[in-house]
């Protein structure tokens, strides 16, 4: 099965600085890669998410780069803020309705 | 608006004592999922429900049972808890292939 590894597992900015995490999957069938975004005691919900045939996506602040020969993805989040802070899951799915594989997390601290 | 509602959202049982969880959904989505999510670690998928397909992943344990009667609805049954089942408990919703959409969970403690 899909195996998604992700790093740092955390992650310290200074506001302002922008933060970079690192996911890399398995399966090379993959073609659909969802970033959430969890703050404590809360439900994920997605910030960004990108499919196969795109090599990146951005909005706003936050960009999504895709490598398929490589496979793997990053997130990038420029001009941090302390709203940014919270735990980041990279995900991997075949699509259609084939489950989603998530990374391990980065728990991200923008320090003001 | 249109949402995933999970109730309730603090569940407390004793140990061995059976429990329900349960998932309503209005967004009309035909793919319904659990997952478990302990402290600091990423949701784990326990299984999830193309219309009325059911996809058991091959570690969840037998413990764990899920229905989902209708489109709307979905639940996970939890036969006999044990200490290592306290966790947050995650449905989430999509249409084929699109984005998940989580409801706020359901916080289980096993006393």
């Known amino acids: 099965g899909e195996n998604v590894e992700q790093h740092p597992s955390t992650l310290s900015v200074q506001e302002g600085d922008s933060a970079v995490i690192k996911c890399t999957y398995s399966?090379?069938?993959?073609?659909?890669f969802p970033w959430y975004k969890q703050e404590l005691g809360k439900r994920p919900q997605l910030i960004i998410d990108?499919?196969?045939?795109?090599g990146e996506k951005k909005d706003q602040r936050i960009a999504v780069t895709l490598n398929k020969t490589a496979k793997h993805f990053s997130l990038h989040i420029t001009e941090t803020q302390p709203e940014d802070s919270a735990v980041y899951f990279c995900?991997?799915?075949?699509?259609?309705?084939?489950?989603?594989?998530f990374g391990t997390g980065t728990k991200l601290q923008v320090i003001p | 608006d249109a949402m995933v509602i999970q109730n309730p959202r603090y569940q407390v049982t004793q140990f061995g004592k059976p429990v329900t969880l349960s998932c309503s959904q209005t967004?009309?989505?035909?793919?319904m999922y659990w997952y478990q999510q302990k402290s600091s670690q990423a949701p784990k998928l326990l299984f999830h429900?193309?219309?009325?397909?059911?996809?058991n992943e091959a570690d969840t344990p037998d413990n764990f049972q899920s229905r989902r009667p209708n489109t709307s609805f979905c639940f996970l049954d939890i036969r006999s808890p044990g200490l290592g089942d306290a966790a947050m408990y995650l449905c989430?919703?999509?249409?084929?292939?699109?984005?998940?959409?989580f409801g706020p969970g359901t916080r289980l403690t096993v006393l």
């Open positions: 990108i499919r196969s045939n795109v």
């Open positions: 989430a919703t999509s249409n084929t292939g699109n984005e998940q959409f």
């Open positions: 967004l009309n989505h035909n793919v």
């Open positions: 995900a991997a799915s075949l699509g259609g309705y084939q489950k989603v594989t």
């Open positions: 429900y193309y219309d009325k397909d059911f996809n």
């Open positions: 399966d090379s069938a993959s073609n659909y």
